[in-house]
């Protein structure tokens, strides 16, 4: 059985959410089979939600330079060959496969704007001013914007590890921000504010259960959280432990850079 408009349009109103501008993060696999394609979701999206922004993040454009700050969860001169696969940031470049097909589509929509930051880009559909409080000093600024807005996150059939907003609240509370850098047609541009990793994020999920609204739509499990409550409850997590949401994964840089910092610092 196919996913209708009708089921999901059904489905996102069931949320709520009214007239709250929305960031969505998205597995299109995870409806089964859609009638239409992944546009049928966008309509969906778009039709339900006043305002609406996903990320449109393009890695590919990533270079690492040969010396750089030290601290930085990265080993300077290593990138040689990824360097020579890296691509120009262009405003029409698609975003990252990790994004999702979803918001790939959205950010093809007609009436569809984009930020125009090298890595961390945003689409939006009618949120000019969301977008705009994107800077190459706060490239998460949006996230910030949707919060003052009263704004939600929107998980579909995908858990905390890809929600960018929890990004933005472990900076709000202190933690270590990387710098990357990206290759554009005015050459390589460094890209401060780049955030940690968030393979471990899903440990949020207890804190926000009595926040989470729920809906199932063909096979794919809905949840949105209010983005204030998350800001609230990651900084709140943090300064509690200032370990929290960190993966346990051996080998990752990031993470365990924040670990030796907060060691130098006790
Ligand atoms: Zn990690």
């Not at 996903?54 to 300077?76: C, E, H, I, Q, R």
């Not at 696969?85 to 929509?109: N, Q, S, V, W």
Request: hydrophobic share 40%.
């Amino acid at each position: 059985m196919s996913v209708r408009l009708r089921e999901l349009l059904m489905g996102l109103r069931d949320l709520g959410l009214k007239n709250a501008p929305v960031i969505v993060h998205s597995s299109y696999k995870s409806f089964g089979d859609v009638e239409g394609g992944a546009d049928t979701v966008v309509k969906a999206l778009t039709s339900v939600f006043e305002t609406v922004i996903v990320p449109t993040f393009t890695y590919k454009t990533m270079v690492t330079p040969l010396t750089g700050p030290a601290d930085n969860a990265l080993k300077y001169g290593s990138g040689t060959d990824l360097n020579r696969m890296a691509e120009f940031f262009t405003p029409k470049m698609p975003a990252d496969p990790l994004m999702g097909i979803i918001a790939e589509r959205l950010r093809k929509h007609p009436r569809a704007r984009r930020s125009s930051h090298p890595i961390q880009s945003f689409a939006g559909i009618n949120a000019e001013k969301i977008l705009a409080r994107q800077i190459m000093t706060e490239p998460l600024g949006p996230l910030a914007a949707l919060e003052e807005l009263n704004g939600w996150v929107v998980l579909m059939g995908v858990d905390h590890t890809v929600n960018t907003s929890i990004h933005y609240a472990e900076k709000l509370a202190g933690r270590k921000q990387f710098v990357r850098w990206a290759l554009t047609p005015k050459g390589v541009v460094e890209c401060p504010g780049f955030p940690g990793d968030s393979a471990g994020f899903q440990a949020i999920i207890s804190e926000m259960e009595k926040y989470t609204r729920r809906v199932k739509i063909g096979l794919s499990n809905i949840h949105a959280v209010p983005s204030k409550m998350l800001f609230r409850e990651v900084i709140c997590c943090i300064n509690n432990d200032p370990l929290a949401l960190l993966c346990q994964q051996e080998d990752c840089e990031r993470c365990n850079q924040v670990r030796l910092l907060l060691r130098s610092e006790n």
